[in-house]
């Protein structure tokens, strides 16, 4: 890259969070590195950025469901000499169905996204980022992190990894100026639903409580620039958060039972 912006690296910002999340670092002043397996999709969200921030981006397509992916990654950014400033670990997904239901193969899947793939990026860049002293890291997990999911459990753990990792990381990283944040959304108006199969459900029904991509992104990215350990968008999502402290795990499961359920009376 031969601008010398900082550079963001974000994963999954072929559409929803992610790709407001570019719009968010090109308007502060970034060059991108967008990775995706949507090809399309990045490109539509470079050309917007390139035209309104002048902004340089580099288009990585990848599969972080191949377990070799963020290896090839790392090794690619190492070829072209791109010192990553940001990383946002935002690619992810969820399936609904119960853990006997769904198959393996794509709760396996979703481990090697949400959970694998986040941990090996994390760790292939952050030597860079200590080394030079200064950059930040994202990782999108999800107001699931505060509680079991049942009906869709791999999913909400997989969330209490990434903000169980991200706030250990968060602490080994408190004396050093490298930012590290964890974007815990609630329900998002994204394609999240249709690919998780659960547009049924009775939360996928109650539109009013979803927030717009953008207004999440622009929480997160606000965040990770006060260095804010654990940011929550939106009050409705912060009370929920708190109330759940207070609430047995045992209860928090039922409810959360109710919410993932296929909608049936
Ligand atoms: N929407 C919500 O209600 C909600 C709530 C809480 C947390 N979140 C989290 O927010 C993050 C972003 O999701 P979103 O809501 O913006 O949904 P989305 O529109 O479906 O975006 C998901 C992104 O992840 C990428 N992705 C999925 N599988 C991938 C793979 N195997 N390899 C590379 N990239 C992959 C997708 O790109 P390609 O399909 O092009 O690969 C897409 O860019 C996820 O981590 C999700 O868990 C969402």
Not at 110 to 132: C, D, K
Not at 225 to 246: D, F, T
Request: a positive charge.
């Amino acid at each position: 890259m031969a601008s010398s912006k900082p550079i963001c690296l974000i994963t999954g910002a072929s559409s929803g969070i992610g790709a407001e999340l570019a719009a968010c670092a090109a308007a502060d002043g970034f060059d991108l590195v967008l990775v995706a397996r949507r090809v399309s999709g990045l490109a539509n969200v470079a050309q917007a950025c390139q035209r309104k921030h002048n902004t340089t981006v580099t288009i990585l397509p990848a599969d972080l469901g191949d377990a070799t992916a963020s290896r090839v990654l790392a090794a690619e950014l190492r070829a072209k000499r791109i010192d990553v400033h940001t990383l946002i670990n935002n690619a992810g997904l969820g399936a609904n169905g119960t853990v006997a239901a769904l198959s393996l193969e794509s709760q396996l899947h979703m481990i090697q996204v949400n959970i694998t793939a986040l941990t090996e990026l994390t760790r292939r860049l952050l030597p860079g980022l200590i080394e030079r002293g200064t950059g930040a890291v994202m990782n999108v997990a999800s107001t699931a992190a505060f509680l079991p999911g049942p009906g869709m459990a791999v999913y909400y753990a997989s969330k209490a990894y990434v903000l169980s990792f991200t706030e250990a990381l968060a602490e080994e990283l408190r004396d050093t100026n490298i930012h590290v944040s964890a974007l815990c959304p609630g329900p998002t108006s994204t394609e999240f639903g249709a690919v998780a199969g659960n547009s049924a459900s009775k939360m996928a029904k109650q539109k009013s409580v979803m927030m717009s991509a953008a207004s999440v992104a622009r929480s997160g990215w606000d965040g990770l620039l006060r260095n804010e350990r654990v940011v929550v968008p939106g009050l409705a999502n912060k009370v929920m958060v708190q109330a759940l402290r207070a609430t047995p795990r045992a209860i928090a499961a039922r409810l959360s039972a109710s919410v993932n359920a296929s909608g049936e009376p």
